[in-house]
């Protein structure tokens, strides 16, 4: 059983920058992929940005260039920073770990950008 709490979340204008983190209950080197997923009122859960143990990452174009993960692997934690936000940006952000075909999630996180 793998335990992700994320923290970060908030209230931010537009332009602004917030930085989520996720911090798992195991060392993240056991995790083969953890990322982030938002979900939008009345919208499906989407992937947002994912890192692999192997070093590779993938953002969904609506965020690249604005958004960066990273992984600190001695506190077992995974960032997302956010720079430039935009209202459609706003969501509930999810924490994912995936290993050994499990899924894992986070409780969530709500971040709202408004004027």
């Known amino acids: 059983q793998v335990r992700l709490v994320e923290s970060g979340g908030g209230l931010v204008q537009p332009g602004g920058s917030l930085r989520l983190s996720c911090a798992a209950s195991?060392?993240?080197?056991?995790?083969?992929?953890m990322g982030w997923y938002r979900q939008a009122p009345g919208k499906e859960r989407e992937l947002v940005a994912a890192?692999?143990?192997?070093?590779?990452?993938n953002y969904a174009d609506s965020v690249k260039g604005r958004f960066t993960i990273s992984r600190d692997n001695a506190k077992n934690t995974v960032y997302l920073q956010m720079n430039n936000l935009k209202p459609e940006d706003t969501a509930v952000y999810y924490c994912?770990?995936?290993?050994?075909?499990?899924?894992?999630w986070g409780q969530g996180t709500q971040v709202t950008v408004s004027s």
């Open positions: 890192s692999t143990s192997a070093g590779t990452t």
């Open positions: 994912h770990g995936y290993m050994n075909i499990h899924n894992y």
């Open positions: 195991i060392s993240i080197f056991s995790i083969n992929s």
